[in-house]
């Protein structure tokens, strides 16, 4: 039995390492770090979402108190563009030319003193525009259409023919807006040079994707940059790029000689790191009148950039969610004027969920089945398209414990059937199967003489508590004491890490640090390999276990030694070894690779007379494969379950669709839940280790978020008899 083997399957809920840090306020996040002399960045944005800049007069701000520079597209070199990444190509360098292609856009920036006289000159920045007509929705016949842009459309079987062929159809076509990811940091940058060497501290969730697409973007080694992200104020997916406002923070650090630090404002970071693109879906399903689905047919067309790239296939996850022989997929972008979508919190999934769960429930009503019933005729025990066994998936399980921890079997099917005085109240429900995701993770674990450890690696916790379960599983791995295990994160001159994002930093980097750890043990035992004083002689990896700071032979516990004797006794301060892990493919492993899986339910209560809604209740059952810490897993689920609140009820970016202003970009325009909002949140693991990876692990970082929408406009309907098909829903829906 390995290591990894005898691990519990829900790790003890231990408080987060980094708790008391951030309590008392010592954790460093990018806007706390200063740097002596430093000067102060501010940005000045365009007024215009499409056009030239006709001219730009900067003397007046060049001459007020304080300005040491003002950097505009006719002082910025051409700069070169960043790599392609795993989520597409970098953005654009910043400020290359005289082009404006969206509102928002940065056309200059001033550096001074301090804040506060940069903030003051940027006022003085005037600048003529020569508008030219935006293209900001996606009816609009100017506007470019990129068609299957990620080689993800699907297809397998006759669709016309399962549709021509079910007793029941229903076709419907569902809406999503824009939404603003809004973490509660304000995104920063403090750059500073050391010859031809730079230090970074940024708010981001890919340190090693910062650090490489700024030694390209400045034609340096990677090992002449250093990007430090210890902690981050919250992300969603807006800090998975190296965003123009870093460049031309690092390119003005470089330019002035001294250290630039840029802070963005609430306002810019609705236009400078990305949203959660709007846009519309159609769903088909076709069934018997038995309920087995015959036909599905989902296509999606959202907004993309006008010269950006976003991953956002709305219909991906449609293709394996349910057993169904015939399926069509596809998606299609359109170029516009407007601030680059980028992730944001279950991308893609999180709107694609609610177009299919929504038609999953119209389907329902339209066969008169109940909404469970219907899931669960159409479970898919195997991948549907690949017909390969799953790694594993416990989906089944979700919906039975959900349904009895929420009552399910006690609701009328009737809309309108279920009243508290004035209240009209609702029951839903939605499926969440969420894609799996994991990269090439690397890790580097040491023991030092005094009995202590230290793993580390370059990825970053963007509150999830990914300290605090590393530090567990390393400390489970090694057989020490929690106290005695430090995991350093949110450094690239660790061993390199994949993005904090998709739901699969977890998982590659647990695989990553139980290889290291794997590799010291290995290390330990050759050093004792021939070492007459040691009760270990002779040992292999499979003959020992680890416990109490020792290794001790699995025939014989009684015989072993401390890692602290070996050391000492060779002379040696301390230990260490690299590790590294890399997903296996479907093919090697003969199995289809499961991401996270999980159910929704939902209570709704609309007044009757004034349309309020309010969520009563909601219970989220989750398959997330082995779950190394309950407490901070059930966090998460939280977390992402009021994401979808926001979601379904109040989150809505509006953009003027005459001057592609964004009109609320603001946290008192722009809604999110508050506490009031929040009902109490039941949340249920369930499942087995995943046999994808060594852990057993499953990302669960946008599983609580997708479905809830879907779950709250089924519950809607059942209140009140009305569907809603766009989100999010408002009162005048109801009036």
Not at 479 to 504: C, H, I, Q, Y
Not at 543 to 566: L, M
Not at 675 to 683: F, G, K, L, T, W
């Amino acid at each position: 039995m390995t290591a990894a083997q005898e691990l519990p399957l829900v790790g003890a809920g231990v408080n987060r390492v980094d708790g008391a840090r951030k309590v008392a306020g010592d954790a460093p996040y990018t806007s706390d770090f200063d740097a002596p002399g430093e000067a102060h960045a501010t940005l000045v944005q365009s007024t215009i979402a499409a056009g030239r800049i006709a001219a730009i007069d900067t003397c007046a701000a060049e001459a007020a108190p304080g300005v040491l520079k003002v950097y505009t597209h006719l002082n910025v070199p051409r700069l070169a563009r960043g790599p392609m990444t795993l989520l597409g190509p970098s953005p654009q360098p910043p400020m290359q030319d005289d082009r404006i292609v969206h509102h928002g856009q940065h056309v200059a920036l001033v550096v001074a003193e301090t804040r506060d006289q940069a903030v003051a000159a940027a006022r003085l920045v005037r600048v003529d525009y020569a508008p030219a007509e935006p293209i900001l929705d996606l009816g609009d016949p100017r506007a470019v259409t990129v068609t299957n842009p990620w080689g993800m459309d699907s297809r397998r079987g006759d669709v016309a023919g399962g549709l021509a062929a079910a007793d029941v159809t229903i076709a419907a076509t569902y809406r999503t807006p824009d939404n603003t990811n809004n973490p509660l940091g304000l995104f920063a940058t403090l750059a500073e040079w050391d010859g031809d060497r730079v230090t970074v501290h940024d708010a981001t969730q890919w340190p090693s994707m910062v650090r490489e697409t700024l030694a390209l973007v400045f034609g340096i080694p990677e090992t002449a940059v250093r990007v430090l992200s210890p902690f981050l104020g919250g992300g969603f997916g807006a800090g998975l790029r190296a965003w123009p406002h870093v460049i031309l923070a690092v390119y003005a650090a470089r330019e002035l000689g001294r250290p630039v630090k840029l802070v963005l404002t609430r306002p810019q970071m609705f236009t400078s790191v990305g949203h959660r693109p709007r846009g519309v879906q159609q769903v088909v399903l076709g069934a018997t009148a038995d309920g087995r689905l015959l036909a599905l047919d989902h296509r999606s067309r959202s907004l993309l950039a006008a010269e950006d790239d976003d991953y956002e296939p709305f219909t991906v996850g449609s293709a394996s969610a349910y057993a169904c022989p015939n399926v069509n997929t596809s998606d299609e972008q359109v170029r516009t004027n407007i601030p680059a979508p980028v992730s944001m919190r279950a991308p893609a999934e999180a709107q694609g969920n609610f177009a299919l769960e929504s038609a999953m429930d119209e389907l329902a009503s339209a066969l008169g089945m109940d909404p469970l019933e219907l899931r669960l005729r159409n479970y898919a025990e195997v991948h549907p398209a690949l017909n390969l066994p799953w790694t594993s998936k416990a989906l089944r399980e979700c919906y039975t414990i959900g349904a009895e921890r929420f009552g399910w079997s006690r609701r009328p099917p009737a809309p309108r059937s279920l009243r508290d005085g004035h209240w009209l109240v609702g029951h839903g429900l939605a499926g969440v199967s969420y894609s799996w995701w994991q990269a090439p993770c690397e890790a580097l674990a040491t023991v030092t003489a005094d009995g202590r450890a230290t793993v580390s690696s370059s990825g970053m916790d963007i509150g999830t508590g990914l300290y605090t379960v590393m530090t567990q599983l390393s400390a489970q791995l090694l057989g020490l004491p929690l106290e005695r295990v430090r995991f350093d994160l949110g450094d690239t001159d660790l061993p390199k890490a994949p993005m904090a994002g998709g739901s699969g930093l977890t998982g590659a980097l647990a695989s990553a640090a139980h290889d290291a750890v794997t590799q010291l043990l290995s290390a330990f035992l050759e050093l004792v390999r021939d070492d007459p004083g040691s009760p270990l002689r002779g040992c292999r990896r499979e003959d020992v276990r680890v416990a109490d700071g020792r290794i001790s032979r699995r025939d014989d516990p009684g015989r072993g030694e401390s890692y602290s004797d070996i050391l000492t006794r060779h002379g040696l301060p301390e230990l260490s070894a690299s590790g590294s892990s890399a997903p296996a493919t479907n093919e090697q492993l003969g199995m289809a690779h499961a991401g996270a899986f999980a159910a929704h339910f939902a209570e709704v209560r609309v007044d009757e007379d004034l349309g309020l809604i309010r969520v009563a209740r909601l219970v989220s059952v989750v398959d997330g494969g082995r779950i190394l810490n309950e407490k901070t897993a059930r966090s998460q689920i939280i977390g992402g379950a009021i994401g979808g609140i926001g979601m379904a009820l109040f989150e809505d970016t509006i953009t003027d669709p005459a001057t592609g202003r964004i009109a609320n970009a603001s946290l008192a325009d722009y809604l999110v839940p508050v506490h009031a909002d929040i009902p109490d949140i039941d949340v249920t693991f369930v499942g087995e280790p995943d046999r994808g990876t060594p852990i057993g692990t499953k990302g669960i970082g946008e599983v609580g978020l997708v479905g809830v929408a879907a779950a709250i406009a089924n519950a809607v309907h059942h209140a009140t008899g009305i569907r809603v098909r766009s989100l999010p829903i408002t009162l005048d829906a109801f009036l």
